[in-house]
C-alpha cells in the first residue's frame, strides 16, 4: 500500500525517476494561451458529438443537471492532478528530510500517471494504470479514425453522388470502400503529427482550436435562427417554446449522459504533457489554464447538448453534426438549398475531421509517455530516447488505425471507452494524490498545503469525488 512505498533516492534513480535539483525553467514551451487552446483541443474529442443524443434519453433539465455535476466533480479531480504533479516534482527533488526543504514548484519533468504510481506507490501500481492508459488512448484512438472517416465518406458522397453514405447502417460496398480510403487518408496525416513533440504541433493546434468555436457558433447559430424565423417541419406546431415538448424534462432513468460526459470531460491523463510543456509554470498560470478550459467547455457543452437535443429531438444522430446534411438555409429539409447553406453544411460536417486530426496526435503523445516508463533499461541504453519516443509514437498512433478498419460501430467504442474514462478522471487521480500525500507527509512531516493546490483540496472532497465515481460506474452498469 501507500504506507510501503517509501522509496529513498537511490531506488528513485534505479527506477528511472529523476532526482531535480531546481525547476527547469526553459526559455521555449507553450505560453499560457496557446496551453489553453492545446488542452480545449485535448477536452473536446468524440464525446462532443454524442451529448445532444444523450440528452434525449436524459431529459432537459435532469440531463443538464447530470453535465454540471460530472463537470464539477471532473474539474476538482484535475485540480488533484496538479497538486500531484507538484508533490512528485517535490519528492524528487535533492534535499534534506524536512518540511522547510519541500520545493513544491513544478519543473519541466512529464509526470505522465504511471510515473507518478511509479513514485508514490509501487510497480505493481504503475502496471495497472498503463494497462487503464492503455484501453483508454487505445479505445478513444480508435473512436477518432472512426469518426473522422465516417464523416469525410459521408461528405464526399453527399458533394460528388448527391447520396448518402452511412457507414454506420447497412452502408453499401461504395460506401465501405470509401471508408477504408478516407482511413488510409486520415493513418497517414495523424502518424504524421504523432511524431511531433506539443511545442511543434503549437500553431496547427491554435487554428484548428479557433475553428471549434467557430463551427460551435455556426451549430448553434442555425438552430436559433431556425427556431425564431422558420420552424423546420418536424415541429409539432409553429410556435418555437413547443420544440420544448420533443424530449422531456425528466427521465430518471436516463443516466446515460454519465458515460458520455465523461468521454466528453476527460483530459487528465493528458494535462501533463500541457503542464511540461508550458513556458511558465507558476501556479497561478496552471490552475487559471484549468479553471478557464472547463468553464468554457462545460458552457459549450451544455448549450450544444441542451440546444440541438431540443431543436432535433428523436431526429438526433449518434453524431450530431450529420443532422446538418438536411441544412438548406435558414431552415432544415426545406425545397431548394441556399448557397450560404453550402457553406455552413460544409463547415459543420467538416468539424468532427479537423478535430479529429488534432486530437489524434495528442492523445498518442500522452499514450507514447506512458509506454515510455515500460522501456527496459538495457533498450535505454542501445538506442537513442529520441529514436524510441518516435518508435512508441508509432505503437501508439498505428493499432487503433487497424481497429477502426475492422470495426466502426461507434456505439460500442464510447461504451467502451466511457466506462473506463471513469477511471482515468475519477478514481486513478484521487488514489495517486491520496498516496503522494502519504509520501509527503512521511518525508516532510506534518503535511503543508502546496501553492498549486485548489480550494478544493480537503480530503473529504477527495472521497466525495471517489464516491460520486462510483454512484456513476454503478448507474452507468446498470442502465
Given at each position: 500500500g501507500c504506507a510501503n512505498a517509501c522509496l529513498g533516492d537511490n531506488q528513485m534513480l534505479n527506477a528511472g525517476i529523476p532526482l531535480l535539483n531546481?525547476?527547469?525553467?526553459?526559455?521555449?514551451?507553450?505560453?499560457?494561451?496557446?496551453?489553453?487552446?492545446?488542452?480545449?483541443?485535448?477536452?473536446?474529442g468524440t464525446g462532443i458529438f454524442t451529448l445532444p443524443l444523450a440528452f434525449t434519453r436524459s431529459g432537459s433539465v435532469f440531463g443538464s443537471l447530470l453535465l454540471l455535476l460530472s463537470a464539477f466533480f471532473s474539474y476538482i479531480s484535475l485540480t488533484f492532478v496538479i497538486e500531484t504533479i507538484s508533490r512528485c516534482d517535490a519528492l524528487s527533488r535533492k534535499g534534506d528530510e524536512s518540511?522547510?526543504?519541500?520545493d513544491y514548484s513544478i519543473s519541466s519533468v512529464s509526470w505522465e500517471f504511471s510515473r507518478i504510481a511509479d513514485l508514490v506507490h509501487s510497480v505493481r501500481a504503475k502496471q495497472v494504470v498503463q494497462l487503464l492508459m492503455c484501453l483508454y488512448c487505445y479505445g478513444a484512438l480508435w473512436?477518432?479514425?472512426?469518426?473522422?472517416?465516417?464523416?469525410?465518406?459521408n461528405l464526399f458522397f453527399e458533394s460528388v453522388f448527391g447520396e448518402m453514405c452511412d457507414i454506420y447502417n447497412n452502408p453499401s460496398v461504395s460506401c465501405s470502400r470509401g471508408y477504408l480510403v478516407s482511413l488510409t487518408v486520415f493513418g497517414v496525416i495523424v502518424v504524421v503529427l504523432s511524431l511531433l513533440d506539443l511545442e511543434e504541433q503549437a500553431t496547427i493546434q491554435v487554428a484548428l482550436s479557433l475553428y471549434r468555436f467557430a463551427a460551435f457558433g455556426l451549430m448553434i447559430g442555425t438552430i436559433v435562427v431556425s427556431i425564431l424565423f422558420a420552424p423546420p417541419?418536424?415541429?409539432p406546431g409553429s410556435q418555437p417554446s413547443q420544440a420544448m415538448s420533443m424530449i422531456p424534462a425528466w427521465n430518471w432513468t436516463g443516466y446515460v449522459i454519465l458515460p458520455s460526459s465523461a468521454v466528453a470531460l476527460s483530459m487528465h491523463a493528458n494535462f501533463p504533457d500541457v503542464v511540461q510543456s508550458?513556458?511558465?509554470?507558476?501556479?497561478g498560470s496552471v490552475k487559471a489554464i484549468a479553471s478557464s478550459v472547463f468553464i468554457v467547455v462545460t458552457t459549450l457543452y451544455l448549450m450544444v447538448g441542451l440546444i440541438c437535443a431540443l431543436f432535433f429531438g428523436d431526429r438526433a444522430e449518434a453524431l450530431i453534426t450529420l443532422n446538418w446534411k438536411s441544412y438548406t438555409g435558414?431552415?432544415?429539409?426545406?425545397?431548394?438549398?441556399a448557397v450560404y447553406a453550402y457553406i455552413i453544411r460544409t463547415m459543420i460536417l467538416a468539424f468532427p475531421i479537423l478535430d479529429m486530426l488534432s486530437v489524434y496526435?495528442?492523445?498518442a503523445v500522452t499514450l507514447s509517455g506512458n509506454l515510455m516508463e515500460s522501456v527496459p533499461e538495457e533498450v535505454s541504453l542501445q538506442y537513442s530516447q529520441v529514436?524510441?519516443?518516435?518508435?512508441?509514437?508509432?505503437v501508439s498512433a498505428l493499432p487503433p488505425l487497424i481497429f477502426g478498419a475492422v470495426a466502426s460501430n461507434l456505439e460500442f467504442i464510447f461504451k467502451f471507452i466511457g466506462f473506463i474514462a471513469f477511471f482515468m478522471e475519477l478514481f486513478i487521480p484521487c488514489f495517486l494524490l491520496l498516496c503522494a500525500r502519504h509520501r509527503c507527509s512521511k518525508r516532510f512531516g506534518p503535511l503543508p498545503s502546496t501553492p498549486y493546490a485548489s480550494l478544493y483540496n480537503g480530503n473529504w472532497y477527495v472521497y466525495l469525488t471517489i464516491s460520486f465515481g462510483i454512484v456513476a460506474v454503478a448507474l452507468d452498469i446498470f442502465d
Amino acid at each position: 500500500g501507500c504506507a510501503n512505498a517509501c522509496l529513498g533516492d537511490n531506488q528513485m534513480l534505479n527506477a528511472g525517476i529523476p532526482l531535480l535539483n531546481s525547476p527547469d525553467d526553459r526559455d521555449h514551451g507553450l505560453s499560457t494561451r496557446q496551453a489553453f487552446c492545446v488542452t480545449i483541443n485535448y477536452v473536446i474529442g468524440t464525446g462532443i458529438f454524442t451529448l445532444p443524443l444523450a440528452f434525449t434519453r436524459s431529459g432537459s433539465v435532469f440531463g443538464s443537471l447530470l453535465l454540471l455535476l460530472s463537470a464539477f466533480f471532473s474539474y476538482i479531480s484535475l485540480t488533484f492532478v496538479i497538486e500531484t504533479i507538484s508533490r512528485c516534482d517535490a519528492l524528487s527533488r535533492k534535499g534534506d528530510e524536512s518540511e522547510d526543504s519541500a520545493d513544491y514548484s513544478i519543473s519541466s519533468v512529464s509526470w505522465e500517471f504511471s510515473r507518478i504510481a511509479d513514485l508514490v506507490h509501487s510497480v505493481r501500481a504503475k502496471q495497472v494504470v498503463q494497462l487503464l492508459m492503455c484501453l483508454y488512448c487505445y479505445g478513444a484512438l480508435w473512436s477518432y479514425s472512426s469518426v473522422f472517416s465516417s464523416s469525410v465518406v459521408n461528405l464526399f458522397f453527399e458533394s460528388v453522388f448527391g447520396e448518402m453514405c452511412d457507414i454506420y447502417n447497412n452502408p453499401s460496398v461504395s460506401c465501405s470502400r470509401g471508408y477504408l480510403v478516407s482511413l488510409t487518408v486520415f493513418g497517414v496525416i495523424v502518424v504524421v503529427l504523432s511524431l511531433l513533440d506539443l511545442e511543434e504541433q503549437a500553431t496547427i493546434q491554435v487554428a484548428l482550436s479557433l475553428y471549434r468555436f467557430a463551427a460551435f457558433g455556426l451549430m448553434i447559430g442555425t438552430i436559433v435562427v431556425s427556431i425564431l424565423f422558420a420552424p423546420p417541419p418536424w415541429f409539432p406546431g409553429s410556435q418555437p417554446s413547443q420544440a420544448m415538448s420533443m424530449i422531456p424534462a425528466w427521465n430518471w432513468t436516463g443516466y446515460v449522459i454519465l458515460p458520455s460526459s465523461a468521454v466528453a470531460l476527460s483530459m487528465h491523463a493528458n494535462f501533463p504533457d500541457v503542464v511540461q510543456s508550458l513556458k511558465s509554470r507558476q501556479p497561478g498560470s496552471v490552475k487559471a489554464i484549468a479553471s478557464s478550459v472547463f468553464i468554457v467547455v462545460t458552457t459549450l457543452y451544455l448549450m450544444v447538448g441542451l440546444i440541438c437535443a431540443l431543436f432535433f429531438g428523436d431526429r438526433a444522430e449518434a453524431l450530431i453534426t450529420l443532422n446538418w446534411k438536411s441544412y438548406t438555409g435558414p431552415s432544415f429539409d426545406g425545397e431548394h438549398t441556399a448557397v450560404y447553406a453550402y457553406i455552413i453544411r460544409t463547415m459543420i460536417l467538416a468539424f468532427p475531421i479537423l478535430d479529429m486530426l488534432s486530437v489524434y496526435p495528442l492523445v498518442a503523445v500522452t499514450l507514447s509517455g506512458n509506454l515510455m516508463e515500460s522501456v527496459p533499461e538495457e533498450v535505454s541504453l542501445q538506442y537513442s530516447q529520441v529514436r524510441i519516443k518516435k518508435s512508441l509514437r508509432l505503437v501508439s498512433a498505428l493499432p487503433p488505425l487497424i481497429f477502426g478498419a475492422v470495426a466502426s460501430n461507434l456505439e460500442f467504442i464510447f461504451k467502451f471507452i466511457g466506462f473506463i474514462a471513469f477511471f482515468m478522471e475519477l478514481f486513478i487521480p484521487c488514489f495517486l494524490l491520496l498516496c503522494a500525500r502519504h509520501r509527503c507527509s512521511k518525508r516532510f512531516g506534518p503535511l503543508p498545503s502546496t501553492p498549486y493546490a485548489s480550494l478544493y483540496n480537503g480530503n473529504w472532497y477527495v472521497y466525495l469525488t471517489i464516491s460520486f465515481g462510483i454512484v456513476a460506474v454503478a448507474l452507468d452498469i446498470f442502465d
